[in-house]
């Protein structure tokens, strides 16, 4: 079997610098391609040098709200400098109502900025949303969207508004946190997506499995627990046994679901 992870974040520094022993172990375990994603602009770079360096990696570029106090005035301007540097995605973006303290004001100016440059080179942009359903859907019924398609990060948003969600493009990644016991709610939600519009996700270094699902177990330099890249095909595993699908009809068809959406780039 293949597997494509949707969305990671390889570059993180919790990482310590194990990039290169990460992928390797990810090649052996059967991972073909992963997308990672930059959130903003000081690990742009980080991002692109993995692309260079290794062909596993798909980069993905995009100032995330958690981070848009710390944009520059040419931030944008940048983002097309890495968007042309070399084929890539744009992401990680969205809108957040849930983190605390975290401000509202300019998430939607930067998050349509992002995504008309998505719509205007048609390339596929990885969402973030928490707490936003609603107001996101709004936003990408109103405005210009890439005709690829676009990703629905961890899509933990209402059943109901999956249709909808569909109707204009979306694709839906399941990450292994949702395997957790408590999220039976979250995985519900998967038996209502599309069957050609359904990915797979580490999300790693978050979003860790179930402790019994874990494979890789890594921890950060700090001593706290770490996804490990490597433990995607247990998500897609987990993922099957709760659909009642074989893991290989599975794999087969998230992989055609993400080469539609990613194999351009």
Known sequence: ???????????????????????????????????VNGACESDWPQVLALARENK????????????????????????????????????????????PDLSYDGQEEAFLAQLHLAAERNLPVSIHCLQAWGRMLELLQKNPRPQCGFVLHSFGGPVEMVPAFA???????????????RKLKQRETFRAVPADRLLVETDAPDQLLPVEKILHPLTGADGSPLNHPANLPTVYFGL????????????ARVEENFLRLFGRL
């Open 1 to 35: 079997m293949n597997f494509y992870d949707a969305h990671n974040h390889l570059q993180d520094d919790r990482f310590g610098s194990r990039q290169k022993e990460l992928l390797a172990v990810c090649e052996k375990a059967g991972i073909k391609k992963m997308v």
């Open 167 to 181: 109707k204009l493009g979306a694709y839906f990644s399941f990450p292994g946190y949702f395997l957790q016991a």
């Open 56 to 99: 596993m990696v798909l980069p993905s570029f995009g100032c995330h709200p958690w981070y848009l106090h710390e944009r520059t005035p040419d931030w944008l301007t940048n983002l097309e400098k890495f968007l042309d540097a070399v084929p890539s995605a744009i992401g990680e973006i969205g809108l957040d109502r849930w983190k």
């Open 240 to 251: 099957a046994e709760f659909l009642g699908e074989k893991p290989e009809s599975l794999a």
